[in-house]
């Protein structure tokens, strides 16, 4: 039969190793949660980006488009004889007010979309920290349960062979 003090260190060994084999793990699922956060929040930051971009080129073609209407409408002011004041001209200056207020409402909305992308993006940076945290202390504790549960099992073969062990004989000095 073997020594149990040298069991329970073979016990023990096998303890450490698991606690850290679940430790680098658990630090491999933090890494993997923090990599997917960053991808995430690049991927919001360009859908931002896209936002803002596509609000610029709406917001050129509609202003082509205006213009057009715009010269549509003064050159059938002038077809018809009617001179450009009073009525006509607020009429002229209304449709633009409105173009212009159409483009200010257009580009309030694509800022308000590309904030909440960019917002969209540090919440998932903070998610992903949080998570890589959680799973960094997970493997600290795995590393602490194994080193741990290690000591106890030796300590626990230590006593064994201890309750097994004959009694020690006291050696005095000087006798």
Same mark, same amino acid.
């Given at each position: @039969?073997?020594?149990?003090? *040298? @069991? ?9 190793? #698991? ?8 630090? =491999?699922? +933090?890494?993997?949660? @923090? $990599?997917?956060?960053?991808?995430? +929040?690049?991927?919001? $930051?360009?859908? %931002?980006?896209?936002?803002? /971009?596509?609000?610029? &080129? ?25 001179? &450009? /004041? ?16 159409? &483009?200010?409402? =257009?580009?309030?909305?694509? =800022? ?5 992308? $960019? %917002? !969209? +993006?540090?919440?998932?940076? @903070?998610?992903?920290? *949080? ?17 741990? !549960?290690? !000591?106890?099992?030796? &300590?626990?073969?230590? #006593?064994?062979?201890?309750?097994? +062990?004959?009694?020690?004989? *006291?050696?005095?000095?000087? /006798?």
């Amino acid at each position: @039969m073997a020594d149990p003090v *040298t @069991m329970a260190i073979i016990a023990g060994v096998g303890q450490v190793f #698991q606690g850290f084999q679940q430790a680098s793990a658990q630090e =491999d699922a +933090a890494k993997a949660a @923090m $990599r997917q956060a960053e991808y995430n +929040a690049q991927i919001q $930051r360009q859908q %931002a980006a896209q936002i803002l /971009s596509n609000q610029r &080129l709406q917001e050129q073609q509609k202003r082509k488009a205006f213009k057009a209407r715009t010269s549509s409408q003064l050159a059938q002011i002038g077809k018809a004889g009617i001179e &450009l /004041s009073g009525a006509p001209l607020s009429l002229v200056g209304r449709t633009i007010a409105e173009q212009e207020l159409e &483009l200010l409402n =257009d580009k309030y909305n694509a =800022d308000i979309q590309a904030y909440n992308a $960019r %917002a !969209g +993006a540090q919440v998932s940076l @903070m998610e992903g920290s *949080t998570i890589a945290e959680e799973k960094y202390n997970q493997a600290q504790s795995s590393r602490m349960g194994g080193l741990t !549960g290690a !000591g106890g099992t030796i &300590l626990g073969g230590y #006593q064994s062979a201890q309750a097994g +062990a004959p009694p020690k004989e *006291t050696i005095y000095w000087n /006798s």
